[in-house]
């Protein structure tokens, strides 16, 4: 992928962030855990784009026998650590793990409002 596509990306997910924690301090009593899951999720949405990044980089300069097994290990590390994220916001009393769920998805909700609002991403 170009670096300059996944900077846009980061950028409109902070922006999408944003209007989501403003939202919380609204419509929630208690947002402190809200936003803390939401900021989790978030950075860990935003580090698995960029490790998907560079596999799919790497994979492609490899032979597809070697690239296909390179890459459903990268796949089995990301969602390992979607599942670590996961579970320790589920354990953890001072994050949502609702509003962790949703920073986990921002990046693919961005990419998907992006492509309906506007034709180039």
Do not use: C, H, W
Request: hydrophobic share 55%.
């Amino acid at each position: 992928m170009n670096n300059d596509l996944i900077l846009k990306i980061y950028k409109r997910t902070l922006i999408f962030s944003f209007f989501i924690i403003g939202f919380s301090f609204f419509l929630l009593k208690e947002p402190k855990a809200a936003i803390l899951g939401y900021i989790f999720g978030t950075l860990i949405a935003m580090l698995a784009f960029k490790l998907l990044d560079l596999s799919v980089q790497k994979s492609v300069k490899m032979p597809p026998r070697r690239a296909s097994a390179y890459a459903v290990g990268q796949y089995f590390i990301r969602y390992t650590i979607y599942g670590t994220v996961l579970l320790v916001a589920g354990k953890a009393d001072y994050l949502s793990l609702t509003a962790t769920v949703l920073g986990l998805l921002s990046i693919k909700i961005v990419i998907i409002l992006s492509s309906i609002f506007n034709k180039s991403l």
